[in-house]
């Protein structure tokens, strides 16, 4: 019997769950800055000047998403477009370690002029590089 094939989710609906999960970064990251004394200006969020700036624009956010992608292989974004995170060969939940990997990889989709991420548009399987480098698709939840 023939499996249904997944429905990979592309660039566009990615990025509309971006958005979303970024306002819903905001809402929660502006209060803590603020609290903090750190500098809301876009860069401010990528100096290493102090701990505080360090814990609130880089570590506070790496662990709410990884987080996120473990306990419900999606972020708010992904789960407001019915979409989620799975093992690249399995369709299955992906390891704690594939999802840590996927969030370091990243950095690698962005550096070169967000290639990794428009890459999704490309690919047969709506993979960015992130999803390449740690295994892992994202498909319509069902």
Same mark, same amino acid.
């Given at each position: ?26 809402? *929660?990251? #502006?209060?803590?800055?603020? *609290? =903090? ?10 100096r290493l000047d102090s ?6 624009? +880089? ?7 990884? *987080? =996120? ?7 708010? +974004? ?33 550096? #070169? ?6 890459? #999704? ?13 740690? +295994? ?7």
């Open positions: 019997m023939n499996e249904p094939q997944p429905e990979y989710v592309g660039f566009w609906a990615r990025f509309g769950a971006s958005i979303i999960d970024s306002v819903l970064m905001a809402i *929660i990251l #502006v209060p803590i800055a603020r *609290i =903090f004394g750190i500098g809301l200006d876009p860069e401010s969020a990528y701990p505080a700036n360090i814990f609130v624009n +880089g570590i506070l956010p790496a662990i709410a998403v990884i *987080i =996120f992608w473990i306990y419900r292989q999606a972020t708010p +974004g992904k789960m407001a477009i019915g979409a989620k995170i799975v093992d690249a060969t399995t369709l299955g939940k992906p390891s704690t370690g594939q999802m840590i990997g996927r969030y370091f990889a990243y950095y690698l989709s962005t550096i #070169v002029l967000l290639l990794g991420f428009i890459w #999704v548009a490309f690919d047969d399987r709506k993979q960015g590089w992130h999803d390449k480098l740690a +295994g892992t698709v994202v498909i319509r939840s069902r």
